[in-house]
C-alpha cells in the first residue's frame, strides 16, 4: 500500500488491513498501528490545529508524551483528547480532527495566528477587563470558550470501568530492559511483584530503537520473548499490560489505569478499563526517559519530530514516517536515528549538531562521513518555513552563513530527560545534572528505587552495576547481563535551548509549549513583567498547564528562564509535576460507584410490601423510605398526602418506621452516662417508662432527638433520628472511650436487628387489641409512654406507647425477619377499621400540625432547645451534659436568637413556601431586613388551609403579632405569628 | 443457605445465621459466664477466632465479641442463652441474628474478586487464618471471618440486596 | 491515602478511620463555675499546626476504637501512634522535627521539588 511501509517489523501484522475513518476519509492500516502510524503511513502529517492560535500541527512524538495529536474517537461515545499516537486503531474505527471549523485544512480561527501580536502571556487577565464586571460572563467568557480549547465533551456517555485493589511487596513501573531483568532477578523469591507497562509489547527501548543489537548474545526480540515467558510462568510475579501507572502517592499508593480495548472496539456492558490501586512496599522506577526538542521559529510545523519518535516509528510501527529527513540534535542521542536509517538503506538529508566536529562523537561522525551525508558541525536551525507543513528550513553553519534546504521533514533532539514525575509524586527530590543537562532523581522520601535512564543513568554499560547495587536489599543473585550496542554508550549534550531566529518580527513564533502555545517570547515577556518565579511564570504564561504537562519542553523552559536569570538551573528549581501523569477518565476514577451503585442502598425489611402496594420511594441518607401510597396511578402526591392524613386523624394509618435509629445501652453505669449523653434526666424515671429526649452538640445546638426507654438504671434503649443513627452510636462511643472511660458502659446497634410499625389514629386501640388479643392496652394497663415486652408466636416483640402524629398511637419493635409477617397482619386486621399505610410526608404534615420538629429540617444546627422552647426537656439540676455549659454562654442567651412559632396566612387562601422569608415590612425595599423563615408548611386536611413553622428572630415575643412572607416573585403575602401547635393544644388524644 | 453465584473460579452462598453480640472488658468474670455457657473460652488477641462444632466465636474489638452459630438451635434456648449473659450487669449480649446477613465466600479467586470490591489486604501474612476483621467493601462496613478454606462476609441486613448485588456484578465483570 | 497502624487491628487504609482533631484536649465539666472563655475555648478552638501535631483518629469502619497519634502534617508522616490512655510522647523524640521558619522540612513536603 505504502513506500513508507517497513514490512519486517514483528510488531505490525501487515497481513491484517485495518480500515478506519479520520475525518470523514477512508483511510487503511494494519493490526498494531498506533493512529499517528497509521495516518503517517498514509503520508498524512497534518493532525490538527493548536489551542489558541489555531496553527496546523502534526505528530511531534511517538508516545505518551505527545503535545500535538489529540483527536476525538466518534465510534467510543466520542471520547475527546485522545492521544493519536498511543490509541491503536481498529476496523470501522471513526476519529476527528480537534479544534478546527469547518475543517482541518481550512480553518478559520487560524485567523487568531495573525491577530497573535495581541494575545501575549497574560492576554486574558489584562484584557477583559471592563467596560462592566458582566462583560466577562456574558461576552469574553462563552466566546473564549467558543474559540479555545481541545475536544468536546461527549453527550451521551457511559462506560463500564472497575476497580481492582492490590496488596504486593514490590511493583516494578515500566517493562523495558531494567524492568525485565529486575523482574527476572525476582522470580520466585519471597516476594510478590506487579510488573507494570503501558504497552502491550513489553521490552521498552529493546522495541523502541536500534540501540542495543543483542543482550546476552540473544537477538533483543528472542531475549525479551523468553525473559516474558519465565516471568509469566512464575508463581509470585504478575504482569499487567497496557496499564499506565498515572499516580504515585505517599505511602506507596500507586494508581494505575489498564486499557481493556487496546487495538478493538470496546463492547457495551464489558470494562473498558480497569483502574488498579496498587499498596506496596517497595516501588521499583524504570520508566525511562522523554526526548526533548528544541525552540526555534516555526518549530511546530507539521514535519518536525523528534529523533527518538522518528526511530520508534520505524522499529516498533514498521513506518518510515519520511524518507528523506534532516536531522538536528545538540547531543548523541540523534546518533541511533542515523544508524536506523542508513541500516535500512535510507539516509538523512542533513545531518546538523550544534556541537563541533572534535565533540560529535567519532562513530556517528564516521558513519556520516562514509554515506555522503551533508554535515553541519556547530551549526544552528535558525527556522523552519512552510505552509501547513515543512518545506525549508534555515542554517547557520559554522562561519555564520546561512544554508536554506528544503525539506518536508525534520527530526529534532534536545537531549534526554528520565521521566521523574512519578518519582516527583511520591515527593522525591531532583539535582540539576550539569553534564547531562538534565534534572535527575538525587533523594527519595519513600521506598523508592530507580533504574536504568529513569534514574538518570544514561549509560547502557553501568546497567549491572546499578541493577546489582539497588536491588541488593532483595537478597537477590547478582544480574549479568551482556549487551552489544550499535552506539556509543556514554551520553554526550551541549546545551543548546533556543536559536534565536535570523530575523524577529511581531510574528514571530518559537515555541516552547506546543500544546498551549506558550512561545519564548512570552517567558521573556513574563519574567520582564517580574514573574520570575517559576511556578508564577508557569502560570502566567500556562507554559506546561496543558494535558502533557510540558513532557518534551518543561527543561527547555527552565534552561532558558536559567539563562535569562543568570541563575543555575538549580536555584531555578522545577515546578511540580501533579499526579495524574497523563489524564484519565472520569469513568475510571468512578468505577462501579455510579449509575445504580452511585450510593448503598438500604432497605427495610417490609420493602418489597411497599413496593407491591405501589409507594413511591423517597431517599433518607441511604434508606429507601415510602414517601407516599398512591391509590391508583392518578392521584396525585399532593392528594395522597391530604387522604392520608385525614384517615390517621379520623381512622387510623400505620408507617414504616423501621429506618429509625436504635441502641441498646447497658452495663452498669448506664444512667449516669444516659444523664451525660441527653439533656433529659433520667434518674427519677420508672422502668418500663420512655422519655423524649434532646441530645446536643458541645456548642449547645440540637443536633439530634430520639425516645428513650428504661429498662433498668443499668439498661436503656435509645431511638435516634433515621439521618443521625450513626452520629449517635459515634458520639456516644467516642465520649464512653475518651472522656469517661471510668463508666463501665457498653453499647450496640439494634437499628437493623428490629423493625418499627408505628400505628396511629383514634382507631388504634380497636386494631392492635386484635392483633395481639393477649395485651391489655387499655389506658390504666398500657398508659402513654411506657412500654412492654410481649411474645408473638415465639417471637419476642416490644411495644411503646407513643405518638409522632399527635393521635394516640404504639411503636411496635418486631425482628426483622418476622416484621413483613405482623405489618401484613396489622394490614389485614386494620381493614375493617379503615387503618391506611402511609408515607413520611404524611408524617411530616401530621407532626407539623402538632408541632413536634424535625432535627434538620426545623433546626439547622444553630438553634438551641431554649429557642425550640423546649426549656421543660433541659436536667438542670443535672451537673453536666454534653453542651450544657454553652446553654448559658452570651450567646446563647440572646434574646434575639432565633425561635421557633407557628405561621398562618391572614387570608386562609394563601398558599406558603417553605424556605420564604419572614419580614416585617409590606413593600420589600432591598435590603429588607429579614426575620428568619420558614421550616415546614403543609396545607392541612384538618384545619383546611396552610399552616407553617419558622424559625424568626425574637419569635416568641412576637406570637400574636402580623409579619410577611416574601414571595420569589418578591410579592408579600400577610401571615400572623402565633404558637407552634395547630393540633390537640390540650394533649388530649395522645393519652386517650 | 441460598446460592448466589458461582462463576469465574469464585462460589458465594448467602447465609441467615444467629448471632450474638457480646460487649465486655474481658475480665475472668467474662470468660467464666462464656466459657461456662458455650464451652469456648473467649479469645483475648484482637481479632483471633475460636471455634467448635457450634460456634465461632470472634474478638472484633477491644470489647466486642461475636459469637455466630453455625447451625441453629431452637429461639427458646436462643434467647435463654442471650439472657444467661446478660444476667450480668457488665456485660451487654444483643440478638442480632435478624441485623446480619451473611455471605460464605470461596474458590481460588475469592479474593482477587473481592479486592474489586476492597483495598483489604487478603494476603496470608497480613490476614491469617482464624483471625476477623472489620472493613470497608462496596463502601459498607462488612465484617470478614478467614476460616482457612472459606472466608465469612457479613453486612448489614438493609444493606443484603446491594451487597448481592456488587458481589455479583464483579464475579461478572 | 495513608496508612494507619490502628493499635487493635494493625495497619489498614485511611478509608476506613476518621480524623478527630487535636488530640489531649481536656473537656471541662459542664458546670456554671467554668467561665465562658474557658469553655468557649473548648468547644470551638482547635490548634492546626503545620508540623508535628497530637491528633485523635478512630478506626471508625473497623474496631471503632479512638486512639492518639502524631503526625507530621507538612509530609503526612505518622510518626507514632498510641493507645488513648497512655502518655503522649515527647516531641524531641522525633527527629522529622520541624525546621525552617515556614515548617518546611526539606524532603517530603511535596512543596520542593529540588535538592539544596
Redesign the interface.
Given at each position: 500500500m505504502s513506500e513508507l511501509n517497513l514490512t519486517d517489523n514483528k510488531f505490525i501484522q501487515f497481513h491484517q488491513k485495518i480500515g478506519f475513518k479520520f475525518d470523514g476519509v477512508k483511510y487503511y492500516g494494519y493490526k498494531g498501528d498506533t493512529i499517528a502510524s497509521a495516518l503517517l503511513r498514509n503520508n498524512l502529517k497534518l493532525i490538527g490545529r493548536s489551542f489558541k492560535y489555531h496553527r496546523p500541527r502534526g505528530f511531534y512524538t511517538c508516545g505518551i508524551e505527545e503535545p500535538n495529536a489529540l483527536v476525538q474517537i466518534i465510534s467510543e461515545y466520542s471520547e475527546p483528547n485522545t492521544r493519536a499516537t498511543i490509541k491503536k486503531i481498529y476496523e470501522g474505527m471513526e476519529i476527528e480532527s480537534q479544534n478546527r471549523w469547518p475543517s482541518l485544512e481550512t480553518d478559520i480561527g487560524s485567523i487568531n495566528n495573525i491577530f497573535s501580536p495581541v494575545f501575549p502571556a497574560g492576554f486574558y487577565y489584562k484584557t477583559f477587563m471592563g467596560p462592566h464586571k458582566n462583560f466577562w460572563k456574558k461576552i469574553y467568557e462563552p466566546i473564549i470558550r467558543k474559540a479555545a480549547g481541545l475536544g468536546k465533551p461527549p453527550k451521551e456517555f457511559k462506560a463500564?470501568s472497575?476497580?481492582?485493589?492490590?496488596?504486593v511487596d514490590i511493583t516494578i513501573v515500566g517493562g523495558g530492559l531494567n524492568g525485565l531483568i529486575a523482574a527476572k532477578s525476582l522470580i520466585d523469591t519471597k516476594y510478590?511483584v506487579l510488573l507494570i507497562d503501558f504497552d502491550d509489547q513489553l521490552g521498552g527501548i529493546l522495541n523502541n530503537s536500534n540501540k542495543v543489537l543483542s543482550v546476552n548474545n540473544q537477538t533483543p526480540m528472542d531475549w525479551i520473548s523468553e525473559t516474558v515467558k519465565e516471568i509469566e510462568n512464575s508463581k509470585n510475579i504478575k504482569i499487567l499490560k497496557n496499564t499506565l501507572v498515572t499516580t504515585y502517592n505517599y505511602i506507596n499508593h500507586l494508581i494505575a489505569v489498564e486499557d481493556k480495548f487496546v487495538g478493538s472496539r470496546p463492547l457495551k456492558d464489558?470494562?473498558n478499563s480497569t483502574l488498579h490501586?496498587i499498596?506496596t512496599d517497595q516501588v521499583i522506577l524504570c520508566n525511562g526517559h522523554i526526548e526533548r526538542f528544541l525552540s526555534f521559529q516555526n518549530n511546530d510545523l507539521p514535519g518536525i519530530m523528534l529523533c527518538s519518535s522518528f526511530e520508534k516509528y520505524m522499529c516498533r510501527y514498521g513506518v518510515l514516517p519520511s524518507k528523506e529527513t534532516v536531522i538536528f540534535s545538540n547531543n548523541s542521542n540523534s546518533e541511533s536515528l542515523v544508524f536506523s536509517l542508513i541500516k535500512k538503506g535510507f539516509k538523512p538529508k542533513a545531518y546538523i549538531d550544534s556541537r563541533s566536529g572534535e565533540n560529535i562523537e567519532p562513530d556517528l561522525f564516521d558513519l556520516i562521513r562514509k554515506n555522503d551525508i551533508p554535515l553541519y558541525t556547530n551549526s544552528q536551525i535558525k527556522g523552519a518555513y512552510g505552509n501547513k507543513k515543512l518545506q525549508k528550513i534555515l542554517v547557520e553553519d559554522s562561519s555564520g552563513g546561512v544554508n536554506e534546504i528544503k525539506t518536508d521533514f525534520l527530526c529534532l533532539s534536545g537531549g534526554i530527560n528520565p521521566d521523574v514525575h512519578l518519582f516527583t509524586q511520591s515527593k522525591g527530590l531532583l539535582d540539576w545534572d550539569e553534564k547531562d543537562l538534565t534534572y535527575k532523581p538525587a533523594q527519595a522520601f519513600q521506598p523508592t528505587i530507580t533504574l536504568g535512564s529513569a534514574s538518570g543513568q544514561f549509560d547502557f554499560n553501568a546497567i549491572n552495576k546499578e541493577i546489582n547495587e539497588k536491588l541488593v536489599i532483595f537478597g537477590i543473585k547478582p544480574v549479568q547481563i551482556k549487551l552489544e550496542l550499535n552506539t556509543s554508550h556514554k551520553f554526550k549534550i551541549e546545551k543548546l535551548w533556543e536559536v534565536l531566529p535570523q530575523k524577529q518580527t511581531i510574528w514571530s513564533k518559537s515555541f516552547i509549549d506546543l500544546q498551549n502555545d506558550v512561545t519564548t517570547k512570552d517567558i521573556r515577556q513574563a519574567i520582564s513583567e517580574g514573574f520570575d518565579r517559576i511556578e508564577h511564570l508557569k502560570r502566567y504564561t500556562t507554559n506546561s498547564m496543558g494535558t502533557d504537562q510540558g513532557k518534551i519542553s518543561s527543561i527547555n523552559a527552565l534552561g532558558i528562564v536559567s539563562d535569562l536569570l543568570d541563575k543555575k538551573v538549580n536555584e531555578v528549581g522545577t515546578t511540580i509535576y501533579r499526579p495524574p501523569y497523563a489524564p484519565l477518565s472520569f469513568a475510571a476514577i468512578a468505577g462501579?460507584?455510579s449509575y445504580?451503585?452511585y450510593d448503598?442502598?438500604?432497605?427495610?425489611?417490609i420493602h418489597n410490601w411497599h413496593i407491591t402496594n405501589g409507594a413511591v420511594f423517597e431517599d433518607v441518607v441511604q434508606?429507601k423510605r415510602p414517601w407516599y401510597f398512591p391509590i391508583n396511578k392518578d392521584e396525585t402526591m399532593d392528594e395522597a398526602v391530604q387522604r392520608e392524613s385525614k384517615n390517621v386523624r379520623e381512622n387510623a394509618g400505620v408507617l414504616d418506621g423501621s429506618t429509625l435509629g436504635k441502641i441498646?445501652?447497658?452495663?452498669?453505669d448506664a444512667l449516669a452516662f444516659m444523664n451525660l449523653i441527653y439533656t433529659n434526666s433520667f434518674s427519677k424515671m420508672k422502668p418500663g417508662t420512655s422519655r423524649y429526649a434532646l441530645m446536643l452538640g458541645e456548642d449547645g445546638m440540637v443536633k439530634d432527638d430520639g425516645i428513650i426507654c428504661k429498662i433498668s438504671d443499668?439498661h436503656f434503649i435509645a431511638t435516634t433520628t433515621t439521618g443521625g443513627a450513626a452520629t449517635v452510636l459515634g458520639c456516644m462511643e467516642e465520649y464512653a472511650q475518651t472522656e469517661w472511660p471510668n463508666l463501665?458502659v457498653?453499647?450496640?446497634?439494634?437499628?437493623?436487628?428490629?423493625a418499627t410499625i408505628n400505628i396511629s389514629g383514634p382507631k388504634t386501640r380497636n386494631i392492635i387489641e386484635k392483633v395481639f388479643p393477649e395485651v391489655n392496652f387499655s389506658n390504666e394497663a398500657f398508659p402513654f409512654m411506657t412500654f412492654q415486652f410481649h411474645e408473638y408466636e415465639?417471637?419476642?416483640i416490644r411495644i411503646l406507647r407513643a405518638s409522632f402524629t399527635g393521635e394516640m398511637g404504639y411503636e411496635i419493635y418486631v425482628?426483622?425477619?418476622?416484621a413483613l409477617k405482623i405489618w401484613e397482619k396489622i394490614i389485614s386486621f386494620g381493614k375493617e377499621f379503615g387503618l391506611m399505610p402511609y408515607g413520611t410526608e404524611t408524617m411530616h404534615l401530621l407532626r407539623a400540625e402538632k408541632g413536634y420538629i424535625i432535627v434538620g429540617q426545623d433546626t439547622d444546627g444553630s438553634i438551641t432547645p431554649l429557642d425550640l422552647g423546649l426549656d421543660w426537656m433541659i436536667g438542670k439540676s443535672k451537673k453536666d451534659f454534653l453542651g450544657k455549659r454553652s446553654l448559658i454562654r452570651s450567646d446563647t442567651v440572646r434574646k434575639d436568637r432565633k425561635q421557633l412559632v407557628g405561621i398562618l396566612p391572614t387570608n386562609k387562601n394563601e398558599k406558603l413556601e417553605e424556605g420564604q422569608h419572614i419580614i416585617l415590612d409590606k413593600e420589600i425595599k432591598t435590603p429588607t431586613p429579614m426575620l428568619g423563615h420558614i421550616t415546614s408548611c403543609y396545607q392541612s386536611p384538618t384545619l383546611g388551609h396552610n399552616f407553617a413553622l419558622a424559625v424568626i428572630k425574637n419569635g416568641q415575643s412576637l406570637i400574636g403579632t402580623k409579619a410577611f412572607a416574601s414571595t420569589p416573585e418578591l410579592k408579600t403575602i400577610e401571615v400572623e405569628i402565633v404558637e407552634p401547635i395547630f393540633y390537640d393544644k390540650e394533649n388530649s388524644k395522645l393519652a386517650s | 443457605m441460598k446460592d448466589v453465584i458461582r462463576s469465574n473460579g469464585i462460589e458465594i452462598k448467602k447465609i441467615?445465621s444467629q448471632q450474638i453480640?457480646l460487649?465486655?472488658?474481658g475480665n475472668s468474670d467474662f470468660n467464666g459466664v462464656v466459657n461456662k455457657a458455650l464451652k469456648l473460652l473467649p479469645p483475648s488477641d484482637?481479632?483471633r477466632i475460636v471455634t467448635n462444632d457450634n460456634f465461632i466465636l470472634a474478638k472484633?474489638?477491644?470489647?466486642?465479641w461475636n459469637l455466630v452459630f453455625k447451625k441453629d438451635i431452637e429461639?427458646?434456648k436462643f434467647?435463654k442463652l442471650c439472657d444467661t449473659f446478660?444476667k450480668s450487669?457488665?456485660?451487654?449480649a444483643?440478638?442480632?441474628?435478624?441485623?446480619?446477613i451473611f455471605f460464605q465466600v470461596g474458590g481460588d479467586n475469592a479474593t482477587?474478586i473481592l479486592?474489586?470490591l476492597?483495598?483489604?489486604?487478603?494476603?496470608e501474612k497480613?490476614f491469617k487464618p482464624f483471625t476477623a476483621?472489620?472493613?470497608?467493601l462496596?463502601?459498607?462496613?462488612c465484617s470478614i471471618f478467614n476460616l482457612d478454606n472459606v472466608i465469612l462476609l457479613s453486612c448489614?441486613?438493609?444493606?443484603s440486596?446491594?451487597l448481592e448485588?456488587?458481589l455479583i456484578?464483579?464475579v461478572n465483570? | 491515602m495513608l496508612i494507619i497502624d490502628c493499635p487493635?487491628?494493625?495497619?489498614?487504609?485511611q478509608?476506613?478511620f476518621s480524623n478527630g482533631g487535636e488530640a489531649h484536649v481536656k473537656r471541662p465539666d459542664g458546670s456554671a463555675e467554668i467561665g465562658d472563655r474557658e469553655w468557649g475555648e473548648y468547644v470551638f478552638i482547635r490548634a492546626n499546626p503545620k508540623g508535628i501535631f497530637y491528633e485523635r483518629w478512630v478506626h471508625s469502619?473497623?474496631?471503632?476504637?479512638w486512639f492518639n497519634c502524631v503526625r507530621d502534617t507538612s509530609t503526612d508522616e505518622i510518626l507514632k501512634i498510641y493507645k488513648i490512655d497512655e502518655e503522649r510522647p515527647k516531641l524531641d523524640s522525633f527527629k522529622n522535627n520541624v525546621k525552617t521558619p515556614s515548617g518546611e522540612p526539606n524532603l517530603g513536603s511535596g512543596n520542593f521539588t529540588v535538592k539544596k
Open positions: 463500564v472497575t476497580h481492582l485493589h492490590h496488596n510478590s464489558k470494562v490501586k499498596r462501579r460507584n445504580e451503585y448503598p442502598e438500604r432497605k427495610s425489611p434508606w441498646e445501652i447497658k452495663g452498669r443499668e463501665n457498653y453499647m450496640n446497634s439494634i437499628t437493623e436487628q428490629y415465639d417471637t419476642p425482628p426483622s425477619n418476622q | 441467615i453480640v460487649r465486655s472488658s484482637n481479632l472484633m474489638s477491644f470489647d466486642q429461639q427458646k434467647h446478660n450487669s457488665s456485660i451487654l444483643t440478638n442480632l441474628t435478624d441485623s446480619q482477587m479486592n474489586k476492597t483495598h483489604f489486604d487478603f494476603r497480613s476483621a472489620q472493613t470497608l462496596a463502601r459498607i462496613d448489614g441486613r438493609s444493606f440486596d446491594y448485588d456488587r456484578d464483579a465483570l | 487493635y487491628c494493625g495497619p489498614r487504609d478509608s476506613e469502619h473497623g474496631c471503632r476504637k
